[in-house]
């Protein structure tokens, strides 16, 4: 049974680094996900598809880092992607139901904190949405992302506003320019992230950031 919301709202805020919680909330709200995410007005999926569409047509393959129970892969879809679109997550049961919605060519459990499973410059992009919270080494989670796509590919990733921050995305975005590894397209934000909010917590807002693979 999920929290009571204000419980999950806390949680959301605050973040945690511990992959083994990650996985056990996430597994059990999962059922509830996609219509709590509705009702709080989550725009990331869509924002991030429409990127992807626009920026990269007839791109080949996504990625889709922390993938969840498939937002971003079913958003892509209504996009008109029609590429191979793999998932990761680290909750099993929100793997269950985004291979429920068949948006996903493949889907593997992993914890995203290790290196990807996946080869270098395999992929066209990759995408990852509402994941950063939970991934605090920046730097080496966006040199990996960047590892997996191919040249003139992208990464297209949210990052919550305090986060940005605290965890000096700026200045990361700005050393992977600066040594080659992708040349920064576009930074929004911040952007208004769960518009109607999440168990009276303080309103979030979100940076979108998308780079060009080098």
């Known amino acids: 049974m999920v929290p009571d919301p204000v419980s999950l709202g806390d949680w959301l805020h605050e973040g945690t680094s511990d992959p083994r ?24 999926p869509a924002v991030v598809a429409e990127t992807v569409v626009t920026r990269r047509p007839g791109a080949d393959s996504a990625l889709d880092v922390g993938c969840g129970t498939g937002l971003v892969g079913r958003a892509l879809r209504a996009r008109g992607f029609s ?7 680290i909750s099993q049961a929100s793997l269950q139901i985004a291979e429920q919605g068949g948006a996903y060519d493949s889907l593997e459990r992993a914890d995203l904190q290790q290196p990807l499973a996946v080869e270098d ?9 509402g994941v950063m919270t939970y991934l605090p080494d920046v730097e080496e989670v966006w040199r990996e992302f960047a590892r997996v796509v191919r040249p003139g590919g992208l990464v297209v990733v949210t ?11 700026r200045a990361v975005v700005d050393r992977l320019q600066t040594q080659g590894v992708w040349t920064t397209l576009d930074i929004s934000g911040p952007a208004p992230y769960l518009p109607e909010g999440y168990g009276g917590t303080p309103e979030v807002g979100c940076y979108y950031l998308t780079a060009l693979i080098s």
């Open 21 to 44: 919680e990650v996985a056990d909330r996430y597994d059990a709200w999962a059922q509830s996900y996609d219509a709590d995410l509705a009702s709080w007005s989550y725009r990331a």
């Open 83 to 89: 590429g191979q679109i793999l998932g990761l997550d």
């Open 121 to 129: 410059e395999s992929v066209d992009a990759v995408v990852c949405a």
């Open 159 to 169: 990052q919550r506003d305090d986060l940005w921050d605290t965890r000096r995305c």
